[in-house]
């Protein structure tokens, strides 16, 4: 809240800068807060029990024109994730094949 009041107080205050050598013409630079967390994206693959998965989703009234994508390493145990139309997201976690809503 403290940077917001000087964000506000130097935009406040370049009100008062014509004629001055201050180039405008600029964006300012914003700075990420120090609390940010960076986003990790998974790149989209298929698995074994995508097509499942799927069925399991549609069951739960989530419909997608992607499916489901799997987002661990492909081995016994599997968590696959699926973006509903709604927004809402479905995740799945499939041992030996066999799916479970998560």
Do not use: H
């Amino acid at each position: 809240m403290k940077r917001a009041w000087i964000v506000a107080a130097v935009l406040l205050g370049g009100c008062s800068v014509f004629g001055s050598r201050v180039d405008l013409s600029e964006p300012a630079a914003v700075t990420a807060p120090l609390d940010a967390v960076e986003i990790q994206r998974v790149p989209f693959k298929v698995g074994v029990s995508s097509n499942t998965v799927e069925q399991l989703a549609k069951a739960a009234a989530c419909t997608s024109a992607q499916g489901a994508g799997l987002i661990t390493e492909p081995g016994p145990i599997e968590v696959y994730r699926m973006q509903c139309e709604n927004g809402k997201v479905f995740m799945a976690r499939c041992e030996l094949r066999q799916c479970r809503k998560m």
